[in-house]
């Protein structure tokens, strides 16, 4: 088994990741974990298989949030501190208003043009207050993260629902969109595509699908361009971030890669197991939680989320 570790390709990745101090294992004993986000003080995050939303606090640590999520996936923060959730099993977008009742949902997207959506996976908030969301069948390919189902759409693509419901596809060829995240401007849209991936938990990885991040530029819900970003091996794209620099953070079989904005490797954080997802966070924003098969990691860094940064600014005009 690999040990956790640090690759520095570049000189500044030393400046954003406190490589002195290894990855911290905060939390294990999980299937699958997913999804994580920090949300008033605490991480939350999913285990998939086991339609459980976790809680972890650095005082008290490890605590069941919700005990039936619905095969829940990647979660994010609108601009008013709200968690927006990707459930596979309910194949929709919800929103959860109340930490103290995360139970309590509110129905953003789950059908489009009348049919129902596949299986949202990962979701972003603009700070216009539209939501943009992948919808792979990740969910609908077995019961393991979902119900076995067919697709009413017979595609997977990338939405955008906006304030007033309307539901966009803005990006229809795909062959699995997975993670995605705005530049710190938000004229570019990060999009990973996990194709490689064949089955629900992951058996297998064939290369010769994609496996890569494309990149987007944004006018409005228009998306152009389109072209490969960065390629990842081994293993595919999953959950990505952009830090307040512009740096794109994804995930990938080994660990987590950092790209600059030109797309060349600054370094990598190499972990044990397969990787899922990341979000910044903890009290000064700057901690790194890693969601990697059965484990969750924390990182010590010097970044922040851009998305967390707009927030904290207020609307764009």
């Known amino acids: 088994m690999t040990s956790p570790s640090y690759e520095v390709h570049q000189p500044q990745f030393r400046g954003m990741v406190d490589t002195t101090s290894l990855p911290e294992a905060i939390a ?13 003080g605490a991480l939350y995050f999913n285990d998939i298989p086991a339609k ?11 605590s069941v949030a919700l005990e039936n999520s619905e095969f829940a996936n990647g979660n994010t923060l609108d601009g008013r501190g709200q968690m927006i959730s990707c459930e596979h099993g309910g ?34 908030v603009r700070s216009d207050g539209s939501i943009w969301f992948t919808d792979p069948p990740y969910g609908i390919n077995s019961d ?50 996990s194709g490689a991936i064949r089955g629900a938990s992951f058996p297998g990885i064939d290369h010769t699908l994609p496996h890569h991040i494309r990149v987007f530029d944004v006018d409005g819900t228009t998306l152009r361009g ?14 990505l971030r952009v830090d307040h620099d512009g740096n794109v953070w994804t995930s990938a079989m080994d660990g987590i890669r950092c790209l600059s904005p030109e797309g060349q490797t600054l370094g990598k954080i190499v972990l044990p197991a397969p990787t899922a997802n990341l979000c910044f966070g903890g009290p000064d924003g ?19 989320d851009a998305a967390t940064c707009l927030r904290n600014q207020g609307p764009r005009t």
């Open 52 to 62: 459980r939303m976790w809680k972890w606090q650095p005082e008290s640590g490890l």
């Open 28 to 40: 294990r004993g999980f299937t699958w974990a997913e999804g994580p986000v920090w949300w008033h």
């Open 226 to 239: 389109g072209g490969v970003f960065a390629v990842i091996e081994p293993g595919v794209p999953d959950g």
């Open 144 to 193: 393991v993260e979902g119900y076995l189902a067919e697709s009413e759409i017979g595609g997977c693509h990338v939405y955008c629902a906006l304030p007033d419901g309307t539901l966009i596809a803005v990006a229809t060829d795909f062959d699995k969109p997975n993670g995605l995240a705005f530049s710190p401007d938000e004229t570019r849209l990060y999009i990973a595509d």
């Open 286 to 304: 700057t901690d790194m939680f890693i969601t990697a098969s059965d484990t969750v990691w924390r990182v010590r860094t010097t970044r922040r």
């Open 91 to 124: 194949r929709r977008v919800i929103r959860r208003p109340d930490p103290k009742d995360p139970a309590t949902v509110e129905v953003i997207a789950d059908r489009y043009q009348g049919k129902r959506l596949n299986s949202p996976n990962d979701v972003v």
